[in-house]
């Protein structure tokens, strides 16, 4: 993309109504705007971060055998007149008529519609484990919209479903789902810690929250320093194997980590007193197990080996796609602005020409663009009419991982700069060889890619 014919709206000034550094910066990133309290537009750059979290969600989750799909973002509410939850869920619930008078909700969640997919087409034994999901808007009329993206009220989440013979088949979906979910965090330069959580409105004894640590987190948490020390890396995990997947969910979750919601002095105690830390964490994902707590209200059968009727076991399974662009900025900025990891950056590399105008100049940017492109790398070149200056600080502020400086002085040697954002090093070297460089970076990450959902 040429960033003179891109749509950027970079703001100068720190926005007032910003309250934490990850909803200033999406505003003076020109990410979004808001719309009404907690309601977003997607501005180009905002949209192109949502699409790749979502990507990571859809390739991990395809990756552990669960199915995509979409349903609609307005539901019926004789469905949840069905389950009892149209009246227990209170005003956070969005709730509309059509023309006919006919009472429409614009989903929370979707626990009662999946249901009711499954009991229209699925009927034996031999047709589980069934595990769906979809990444699909959600609106919930948050009492305090705030932070940005953070606690929206329109937002967008992925939920996911599994459908299970036996309550032990069930758990095996429950562990696979927290596998997938710390590749996916850690995929996004994220450490999210399983903490044992409580069952809330949804209900249900095997709960786990993925929290990562931020001072401007909404949780209050308390854990065994230990549990940081975790990582899932780039381990290779059978999700067919019942073992592996236990093994994993007793590494990460045999140490102690709660919310205050589920907190307990006496537990915590027995940790050793150097290892105990209390902090602020951004919840960004949820697993459940229910049981039968939907399939048997709603009728979620299926025929078991010896012919009897026995509701599903159900479990659901909720990303914060669009809260985690607000959660990795808050891991990953400095005064200057964004720092995206390479995982997620929107683009691959940005290109500064520090001398647009200059024939000799432009025409080693082209090239590079050019090159970078064929190369199946995605570059943002600043070929605005613009002092360096402005063009470093719109760089530094947008947080492209890496940068290639183009100048009239280094090409007199046939060299350009490659800068890391991070770190702010920078290293002299041809324009190919900085190009090759971006590829070797860029490989493993381009390797996890699968098919679009
Ligand atoms: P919270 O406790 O933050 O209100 P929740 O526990 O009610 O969230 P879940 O039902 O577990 O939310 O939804 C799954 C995920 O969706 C959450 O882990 C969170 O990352 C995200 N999420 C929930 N509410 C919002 C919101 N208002 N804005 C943005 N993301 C949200
Ligand atoms: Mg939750």
Partial sequence: MRLSRYFLPVLKEDPKEAQIVSHRLMLRAGMIKQQAAGIYSWLPLG???????????????????????????????????????????????????DRHKRDLLYGPTNEEMITDIFRAHVGSYKDLPLTLYHIQWKFRDEIRPRFGVMRGREFLMKDGYNFDLTKEAALHAYNRHLVSYLRSYERMGLQAIPMRADGGPIGGDYTHEFLVLAETGE???????????????????DYDDVAQCQAVLEEFTSRYARTDETHDEAVYAEVPEDRR?????????????????????????????????????????????????????????????????????????????????????????????????TRGLDPLYDDRDERAGTKFASMDLIGLPWRITVGPRGLANNQVELTNRRSGESIAMTPEEAVVRLEQIYAPIRAQALPAA
């Fill in 47 to 97: 949209l192109k971060l949502l699409r790749r979290i979502e990507q990571i969600v859809h390739e991990e989750q395809q990756r552990a055998g669960h199915i995509p799909m979409l349903m609609p973002t307005l539901q019926p509410a004789d469905l949840w007149r069905e389950s009892g939850r149209y009246d227990d869920y209170g005003e956070e619930m969005l709730r509309v008529q």
């Fill in 219 to 237: 949780s209050e948490v308390f854990y065994d320093s230990q549990i940081t020390d975790l990582t899932f890396g780039d381990r290779e995990i």
């Fill in 277 to 373: 830390r209390t902090a602020r964490g951004i919840e960004v994902g949820q697993i459940f197990y229910f049981g039968t707590k939907y399939s048997e209200p709603m009728g979620a059968t299926v025929r078991d080996s010896s012919g009897a009727q026995v509701p599903v076991h159900m479990g659901s399974h909720g990303i914060g796609v669009s809260r985690l662009l607000g959660a990795i900025i808050e891991a990953n900025h400095d005064d200057k602005g964004i720092i995206w990891p390479e995982g997620v950056t929107p683009f691959h590399v940005g290109i500064v020409n520090l001398k647009q105008g200059d024939a000799s100049t432009d025409n080693a940017c082209e090239a590079i663009y050019a090159l970078l492109r």
